[in-house]
């Protein structure tokens, strides 16, 4: 290992060293990954001598696999070797939470349950018997397991090393306490600068070394340079973390990494440089030298052509003599062709005769040679034996007689003893044989052996049986005999051919003595045309060299005149590359850092870290640095970013230092790619090579073993936050040399061959991944989101395609030509630099190719630098034809970058780019043409704008349509769309309402101090000045007046700032500083206004139906294009999509639609039916699947092998799910997003409900029954709307649907069509809708109650007439219902709906304060976060407590308080007698009791927490969570099931804990008699006390305690003023109105005041009485609830008087309160 021990790393492996030093001593290494834990901890176990244990993760590592390793570890530490031993573990190899269970019994006693069987035990504990014996323990198996077991924890050191980032450590601590109790925890902090520094130093001192840098001061400067850079990047990633919600790493590897590519690019640029500046001298000198050589040549061709002259006159005269020769000798030569003729001739007549004579014996020569054949074989044994013979046989008499005749010219036939006497000597016999002349044979003899020869036997396979001899000599006669008659023929014709070939012979030797006297001639003749050649050569040579004289002297001028441009250009960069070759020091640092640091960042923070802050730095500390450098021509060229351009990369800047980060950086690439641009870049730019996978596909890990073994380039797409642990070896480059070229990585255990051609890149679509440190150190992640300017030039061209195709071609085509020309031009100047310089001065004007090649590439160049020209010149055109279009690619990017925001508000908003171009298309498609480019261009803003926004708007969920509304017009507004000018500080104020502090508040009376906080944070803005002193002084009552309008912003504001009427913007900032509750509708008005065709986007889709919108949307569906419904309660679009495909393909389910309900065992099913439909073209609905959402990424993956497969055109998929974050983005980004939600307001309600009737059927139904349809559409709209009001609304949220009113309609259409009855059933019908279509619904009974009063208004006689349809309005407003008529003037008149508000609910207007203030809230919160703003001016957070040290200040002061405090139930108990123990005492006995619990659970978790705070106890969860509600203002979990209903938080919560127990403690201590005013808000249980209070009646009346109820008088008078206890029932107090307020005087409810929410009811008197079914219409049945969350926390209905009908109240929410947490 190469390490730097610096003081910190000194400190780590001593510290390490020491720990593991210790028997049973365990390390816990605590920092970001690439701080050098590892390396460490290697050490620190080196020096101890320590064997390192490590675990290998692979794919299928799991508990198994870690017991067996764990076995091994064991016996390693025990039983052989039996030493020291270090396991040392990482956080990345918790593969899975359930090893920490064996780690945690390994650590804390050694023991781990079931590790080893009980046979294995035995054999291991038989293995340290002796051992144990010695070391003094008992000799039994407990004495032998407890040695075996210390020895273990003896010799077994842990070593953990662990992140600290994300939630993992703690919960892992928590869990697993002996992680933290058995180990020593070694802390690694980021590294010093001085430590930095140091590093820097020992690694870059090669470069002094090497000559790389002049001396160390400059090895200095570049160190402190590289720490600062690093550093710098830590602060960067906080801001970044705060102003782009983005986290980023910085680790010590990514240090180290910037010092080796450094120090690699640096040696290698200064290389290339001298490199270039050798080979330009070089060059420069051969043309020096060329230069020279002119005049010289001109001399020498002058001497030249003297010498030509002299050589023609003598090559002249030699001319003459060879002639006159040259005549003799052919006289000569013809007269020997004439007696060469004749030889000839007679030669081949010779030849003719001894051919034919030839042919003639060639018959003969076979005889012959089987003669000799024969001969051949005998031999002396084989003439022995026929000698031998003394009876032979009379064949083999005749055979030797035969051989007689010609042997010995005998005259009569031989007898045998004359034969045998022939034969007496073998071999004599023999030699005589061979010596036979067969020419010769007399003829006699001839005859007596034909004779002989012709007899039937005489051949050699008859007498082969007689005699082997015999038969030889047979052959032989027979042969002889055949040969000779063939000679005698041929013997004449010899004699002839001897004759000729003398003949020939005789005249040749004539011939001989004619050549002779020619030859002698010809050599005469020869000498002189020697001489003549040698004369013309010379002449030619002299002639040649003046040529090449004149030719070289072209030449040179040639090559001089033709690089003179370049002679000029290259001196000068010579000059500039010695200038550099210093200058790189800098220059490599400032892209090294570049390339090491930057890439995760976006352009905003890029900038600011190399252009201000490193360059500076450089600067400062004298570093030498081109002025003015750009980091990214220093990592790449012109013509390299020519060349990516061309394989598909974007031309804007951030994606060229992208690729240029790519194709430089040293770790492997990892690209955040949502919109995919990154990811087709590399695929375009590497093809067929590049191999494609991803970790959800089978068999991934042989694919990437393979493309490791092979060199191959590997690109995995889709990868998550985390990556496989087996790919650790792969990411961090483990790669080990084994010998001097073999390199091997081990991945999962195995060693496989590593290529160094071995290229990864990674891509990952997640829009924002949060990727641990240790991936950031092992990883260049680049961050290839697409920018605005460069996605504002892609849409540029994708209108231009299709709106002036031939255009964009021409502009792309001349893109291309002019990215292929600087390729062109920078290889042809490589090319002619090359040449010159690898070409020999001494011959370089010899080389004509060569110099033909540098004219022509020259010549090419300068063409090219024309062409260039030109193509400006036409791209310029081209362009200014283009920009026209430019603003609509501006809107479109604009509303891109718009949308991908949402996915911060609400996971299930995801849009791909792709999708987002598809629409695009659809939008330019849609657009109405005209001739007129300009308004051509704004027909499509204003088209692809509303098109888009539509998309968008329908998948969103209401709450959110304002926020998407709200972004696009604050957008429009920044970049001056609108008609009023944007001014960031009133934007700023808008978005965030910073407070004034501390400010008192002269308005109290009628203004909280919020909102003068705020209005004199106002008065800070220059338009504003005078307006806080204008409320305060000039004008507070008209103010105040103003203020209390129930619609303010349609009111003017007082004194000159009615101005703002005009200027609604600045109004809204009016608005949000006094009235935040009008804020959120005001700006939706101030929206419908300042935005083009505002009212169309406010209202989108508001007056379809949802079938309309499905069908919509569906056109727009492809087979790759799901539709995904976002559900809300209620939403069910199953029903929409069935009728939707029986009106377009007949659906049929079963036959070609599927429908699955996902839940356990439907995913096989689902793939089932997804497959069918792919396949046949069938509809598929998949509903809810978020209940499956690991199934999820199969379906993901499925839908992607689909759009490879191409599926049947006519096949859809719809998806369902409630909003989740399990659901994949893939899935989200690729669909049609719906949901099925009511829209926000009543007027779109009443339109989207009136909508669900067509008009065709509207319009032939009867006129009572239009009058009821259009009430209930009101009342459902009513209905829906109404839960806005939260509690005050209901009880309880309901999912009522458009199925609910068009059943109601259904059921409305039967009962009335068919009926001939006059008179409306009423009572029919409202039971019908309110207590079995809606009523089916509610739950709560005062749910019902409010349900039934407004069907009770509604449907009665009068709304065949004329009725209003706001409640109880008394006249504030107004709007009848319509008289029965046509459709279109139901829908004018539901366009003439007065402005919102409270009271068409029958609800008093301060019912919205609440809500619309919490919506103002949310919506600006939300907005903030988007958009982004200015600092609140809330003041300098710099000094704020942590949220720990807050949480330990809060659990101190609680602990004050209640520390000491209980109260003494038994001896109070015991103190009464049994009959002094009433009803009463018994509630408050038992609030004490409740109180005392509730007291005990708080002294003891606090007391807990605090010795946590201490370290004095682990933190558990329960601590933690109690921490956290601590300093976040909220109830620990268990305070809230043991204590008091309450929505208080925790500070308020504490005030009315105190004033409870001071109500008991007045109790206590007279507990015989209760309060004369009972405050039961104050009370655990106030439903005991009013039980207590029947009780009593009971008791004292002799009543039924289930027949009584309490009943209630409202008193006039306060608490105050009760002198004694009531003698019939209690007094109560505490209890508060919501919705109405007490009229003290007339004793009755009226209307609350503007503004007031709460009214504090004077004393109460409850009593008990008997349940009566009589209805008193002045009394008011008013629901009584513990907190304003109303349900479940109800106490009793009470009894208030009232002059109005007690069913506006009900309308009206009205109820009571107890803890209303003022």
């Known amino acids: 290992m190469n390490l730097v021990l610096f003081d910190d790393a000194i400190n780590h492996v001593c510290r390490i060293s020491r720990i593991t030093d210790n028997p049973c001593g365990h390390a816990l290494l605590v920092g970001v990954g690439g701080s050098g834990k590892q390396s460490l901890a290697r050490l620190a176990s080196f020096i101890n001598t320590l064997d390192l244990l490590q675990i290998l993760v692979n794919q299928s590592y799991g508990m198994d696999a870690l017991k067996l390793d764990l076995q091994e570890f064991y016996k390693k530490a025990v039983i052989k070797p039996g030493t020291g031993q270090a396991f040392l573990m990482t956080d990345g190899q918790i593969a899975n939470e359930k090893f920490l269970v064996y780690i945690n019994d390994m650590l804390s006693s050694g023991v781990i349950p079931d590790l080893f069987s009980r046979e294995e035990y035995d054999g291991l504990l038989g293995g340290v018997r002796n051992a144990a014996k010695a070391s003094g323990y008992a000799d039994d198996r407990d004495g032998h397991f407890a040695f075996f077991i210390d020895k273990f924890r003896r010799n077994l050191h842990y070593i953990l090393c662990h992140s600290p980032v994300g939630d993992d450590f703690r919960i892992r601590g928590r869990k697993f306490p002996a992680l933290i109790s058995c180990t020593v925890v070694d802390e690694f902090m980021a590294w010093p600068r001085d430590a930095l520094d140091g590093v820097a130093r020992r690694f870059l001192i090669d470069l002094v070394t090497g000559g790389n840098f002049q001396d160390e001061d400059t090895l200095g400067v570049v160190a402190a340079n590289m720490a600062e850079v690093h550093l710098s990047i830590e602060g960067a990633n906080k801001r970044y973390l705060e102003l782009e919600r983005r986290n980023n790493y910085c680790t010590p590897k990514s240090f180290l990494e910037l010092i080796s590519f450094y120090m690699k690019m640096l040696t290698s640029k200064q290389a290339d440089v001298l490199q270039n500046c050798e080979r330009l001298e070089k060059g420069l000198a051969i043309m020096e030298q060329v230069q020279s050589k002119v005049e010289g040549l001109k001399e020498d061709l002058k001497i030249t052509m003297v010498q030509v002259e002299e050589k023609k006159a003598a090559t002249a005269v030699l001319i003459e003599q060879v002639t006159k020769a040259s005549a003799v000798a052919a006289e000569e030569k013809a007269a020997a062709d004439i007696e060469a003729e004749k030889t000839n001739k007679l030669a081949s007549d010779a030849a003719a005769l001894q051919k034919e004579a030839d042919g003639e014996l060639s018959e003969a020569m076979p005889a012959m040679e089987a003669a000799a054949e024969a001969v051949n074989c005998l031999d002396k044994m084989s003439i022995g034996e026929l000698k031998g013979f003394g009876k032979p046989p009379p064949e083999c008499v005749d055979v030797c007689a035969c051989a007689a005749f010609l042997l010995k010219n005998e005259k009569k036939r031989m007898e045998w003893k004359a034969a045998q006497k022939m034969m007496a000597n073998p071999a004599a016999f023999i030699d005589e044989v061979k010596a036979f002349n067969a020419n010769e044979i007399p003829e006699n003899t001839l005859k007596e052996c034909d004779a002989l020869i012709a007899l039937p036997f005489f051949n050699y396979d008859t007498m082969k049986s007689k005699s082997t001899a015999a038969a030889n000599l047979a052959n032989w006669a027979i042969n002889c ?295 950031a150190a092992q990883c260049t992640i680049i961050n290839f989101i697409v920018t605005p300017e460069g996605l504002e030039d892609q849409i540029l061209a994708m209108v231009v395609n299709v709106e002036k195709p031939e255009l964009e071609q021409k502009k792309q085509e001349l893109v291309r030509q002019q990215n292929e020309y600087m390729v062109t031009l920078s290889q042809l100047e490589a090319a002619l630099l090359s040449q010159l310089s690898e070409a020999d001065p001494a011959t370089i004007l010899d080389n004509i190719p060569l110099i033909e090649g540098l004219e022509k590439t020259k010549a090419t160049s300068k063409e090219i630098g024309e062409q260039v020209k030109a193509a400006q010149i036409t791209e310029v055109e081209i362009n200014t034809s283009r920009e026209l279009y430019r603003p609509v690619a501006a809107e479109g990017s604009m509303l891109f970058f718009l949308i991908i925001q949402l996915c911060f508000i609400e996971h299930m908003y995801q849009y791909s780019l792709d999708s987002f171009v598809n629409f695009l298309y659809k939008a330019i498609d849609r657009t109405e043409t005209t001739e007129d480019l300009e308004e051509r261009t704004k027909r499509l803003i204003v088209m692809i704008r509303m098109t888009i926004f539509r998309w968008v708007n329908r998948g969103l969920f209401e709450r959110h349509k304002l926020i998407l509304c709200a972004l696009l017009t604050f957008k429009l507004l920044q970049k001056g769309a609108l008609s009023e000018e944007f001014n960031p500080a009133h934007f700023n104020f808008l978005l965030r309402a910073p407070m004034a502090v501390g400010a008192e508040n002269p308005l109290a009376e009628w203004l909280p101090s919020k909102n003068w906080n705020l209005v004199l944070k106002l008065s800070d803005l220059e338009e504003f000045d005078n307006f806080s002193s204008n409320m305060e002084k000039d004008a507070p009552t008209r103010f105040k007046e103003w203020f209390n309008e129930v619609a303010p912003e349609d009111v003017k504001l007082p004194l000159d700032w009615k101005r703002l009427d005009s200027q609604p913007f600045q109004k809204l900032l009016v608005l949000r500083a006094l009235r935040p509750d009008r804020c959120c509708s005001a700006m939706a008005d101030w929206i419908r206004v300042a935005l083009p065709n505002g009212r169309d986007y406010m209202d989108c889709d508001g007056s379809l139906s949802f079938a309309a919108i499905l069908e919509n949307s569906f056109e727009d569906s492809t087979t790759t294009t799901p539709i995904f419904f976002i559900l809300s309660p209620g939403a069910d679009p199953v029903k929409e999509v069935e009728a939707m495909g029986r009106r377009l393909i007949q659906l049929q389910l079963g036959t070609n639609y599927w429908n699955v309900a996902m839940g356990q065992g439907q995913d096989v099913i689902a793939m089932a039916k997804l497959d069918i439909g792919h396949r046949e073209g069938h509809w598929v609905m998949l509903q809810n699947i978020h209940l499956m959402p690991g199934w999820c990424k199969e379906l993901e993956k499925k839908l992607d092998v689909f759009a490879a497969e191409n599926s049947h055109v006519n096949f859809r998929l719809f998806l369902s799910a409630d909003p989740s974050k399990g659901i994949p983005i893939g899935i989200l980004e690729r669909s049609i997003k719906l949901t099925n939600e009511p829209p926000q307001g009543m007027l779109a309600n009443l339109r989207r409900s009136f909508a669900l009737f067509s008009k065709e059927d509207f319009e032939d139904r009867d006129a009572k029954v239009k009058s009821i349809l259009f009430a209930m559409c009101h009342f459902h709209a009513l209905m829906l709307e109404r839960k806005k009001f939260g509690p005050m609304g209901y009880n309880m949220m309901y999912p009522f649907s458009a199925g609910d009113l068009r059943d109601s309609a259904q059921v409305l259409y039967n009962y009335l069509e068919g009926s001939s009855a006059v008179k409306i059933p009423w009572d029919d019908l409202r039971y019908l809708f309110g207590d079995i279509m809606y009523g089916g619904h509610i739950v709560d009974d005062w749910d019902r109650r409010m349900s039934q009063k407004y069907l009770l208004y509604f449907l009665r006689d009068e709304l065949l007439d004329e009725i209003d349809m706001i409640p109880y309005a008394e006249g504030k407003l107004s709007w009848p219902s319509p008289q029965p008529a046509g459709h279109d003037k139901y829908l004018e008149h539901i366009e003439s709906m007065p402005a919102e508000s409270p009271l068409f609910f029958g609800m008093h207007p301060n019912a919205e304060i609440n809500f619309r203030t919490t919506q103002c809230n949310q919506v600006f919160e939300m907005l903030t976060s988007l958009v982004g703003g200015g600092g609140g001016g809330e003041g300098d957070e710099g000094d704020a407590m942590s949220p720990m040290a807050l949480a330990q200040m809060v659990c101190d002061d609680i602990l004050e308080e209640v520390g000491e405090k209980k109260f003494p139930t038994d001896d109070v108990g015991r103190g009464m007698s049994d009959e002094e123990k009433g009803p009463y005492q018994f509630v408050f006995l038992q609030e004490c009791e409740y109180m005392n619990g509730l007291l005990y659970e708080m002294v003891k978790g606090l007391s807990e927490l605090r010795l946590g705070f201490k370290g004095e106890l682990t933190m558990s969860e329960v601590m933690e969570d109690m921490a956290k509600c601590l300093y976040s203002e909220r109830l620990p979990v268990w305070w809230v099931k043991l204590g008091f209903a309450s929505t208080r938080p925790l500070r308020s919560w504490r005030i009315s804990l105190q004033e409870r127990y001071q109500q008991l403690d007045d109790w206590i201590n007279d507990p015989l008699n209760i309060p004369k005013v009972v405050d039961i808000s104050k009370l655990f249980n106030p439903q005991s006390f009013l039980t207590a209070i029947k009780q009593l009646c009971c008791q004292n009346q002799g009543l039924e305690l289930d027949r009584l109820q309490v009943f209630t008088e409202v008193t006039k008078k306060e608490p105050k003023q009760i002198e004694s206890i009531s003698k019939d029932g209690a007094f109560v107090c505490g209890m508060y109105l919501e919705g109405a307020r007490w009229d003290m005087a007339q004793n009755s409810l009226e209307d609350s005041k503007p503004k007031e929410m709460f009214t504090a009811m004077p004393v109460v008197l409850c009593k008990a009485g008997t349940v009566s079914d009589k209805v008193d219409k002045n009394s008011f049945v008013c629901p009584v609830y513990c907190v304003p969350t109303r349900r479940p926390y109800f106490v009793f209905p009470a009894q208030l008087r009232t002059k109005a009908p007690p069913e506006k109240w009900v309308l009206a929410g009205v109820a009571m309160i107890l803890d209303v947490g003022l």
């Not at 394989?647 to 919109?675: F, H, K, Y």
């Open 481 to 775: 005999v055949k040969y000779h008659k063939i000679y005698v023929k041929v013997a004449p014709l010899m004699a002839k051919v001897e004759e000729a070939t003398r003949t020939k012979n005789e005249a040749e030797a004539s011939l001989a003595i004619v050549l002779a006297k020619v030859a002698a001639i010809e050599e005469e003749c020869a000498k002189l045309d020697k001489k003549l050649n040698g004369a013309v050569a010379e002449k030619e040579r002299v002639e040649a060299q003046a040529a090449s004289c004149l030719e070289k002297l072209g030449l040179a001028e040639r090559l001089v005149n033709g690089l003179a441009d370049e002679y000029k250009r290259w001196t000068k960069t010579v000059a500039e590359l010695k200038d550099l070759t210093q200058k790189l020091i800098g220059n490599s640092l400032l892209a090294s850092a570049f390339v090491g640091y930057i890439s995760p960042f976006s352009m905003t923070f890029r900038l600011g870290l190399w252009k201000e802050q490193w360059t500076a730095d450089i600067k400062e500390r004298g570093i030498p640095i081109t002025d003015g450098i750009d980091p990214l021509k220093v990592l790449a060229t012109d013509a390299d970013m020519a060349g990516w351009q061309n394989e598909g990369l974007p031309s804007d800047r951030i994606s060229l230092e992208n690729a240029a980060v790519v194709t430089s950086c040293s770790r492997w690439p990892l690209m955040i790619d949502p919109q995919l641009q990154g990811v087709k870049w590399i695929k375009q730019r590497l093809g067929e090579d590049l191999t494609i996978l991803q970790f959800t596909m089978n068999n991934w890990l042989k694919k990437v073993i393979a493309c490791i073994q092979m060199g191959n380039q590997l690109l995995i797409e889709a990868v998550g936050q985390e990556i496989d642990a087996i790919l650790e070896p792969v990411l961090s480059r483990a790669v080990i040399k084994r010998g001097r070229t073999a390199m091997i990585i081990k991945i999962g255990g195995e060693e496989i061959d590593y290529d160094p051609k071995f290229q990864l890149y990674m891509q990952c679509k997640l829009p924002n991944p949060h990727y641990r440190p240790e991936i």
